[in-house]
């Protein structure tokens, strides 16, 4: 099975979800081939659902959040550019494979891309993750390692609403640390159409893969997974 192959099981383009809706409907023509919309099934419904039911504890919140993020992490990691490779088997054979090119960062948007970071590392071991804090459109903090204009970003921020946080968070890296935009993978569980729309508008040439795209996103991600609420 070819890598293009296996995308198409991972991730399903141009499918928006209603919050009281059938999961399955179509909208064609509504965002370029570089936004990557995972294909929605029963563990991933499950999942979007827990996580908005007010009776679900916060250990539990938490845990089915983990999940959530790995899955759309992995997805988002089949994104990157990979390069055929050759091993030796512990049976002294030879197996013909794929491995990505090193030199991924991940950036997070604080404070609630943070919550993304353990299961980001947990797909990608040893990977530098730089930070962003951005309060009311405003870079607050940032810790980004001088080389990240020769590196491929992957950019976390869990929940797109109107899109502001993650478009001053993109304005940083493109004019100020003069990162590419073909270079930037943004992953996201949940946005809503405009919020995703305006991002696609502004930067059409940066990849985004989100689990689900919809009219009430939980915005309340972030409190409930801090312990904040």
Known sequence: MTSSENNTNHVSENTLVEENGPHDEVYDNQFPENVHIMKTNN?????????????????????????????????????????????????????????????TLCVSLMRSGEAMEKGIRECCRSIRIGKILINEGHVIYAKLPSDIHRRRLLVAYPVITTGSTVLTGLQVLLKEYQCKQSNIILITLFSTLDGLKQICELYPDITIVISEINTVPPNHFGQKYFGTD
């Open 43 to 103: 563990q991933l419904r499950e999942l979007h659902t827990l996580l908005r039911d007010r009776t679900t504890c916060r250990s539990d919140f938490k845990f089915y959040a983990d999940r959530l993020i790995r899955l759309t992490v992995e997805a988002a990691l089949d994104q990157l550019p990979y390069v055929p490779c050759s091993v030796i088997t512990p049976t002294g054979n030879c197996f013909e494979g794929l491995r990505h090119e090193k030199g």
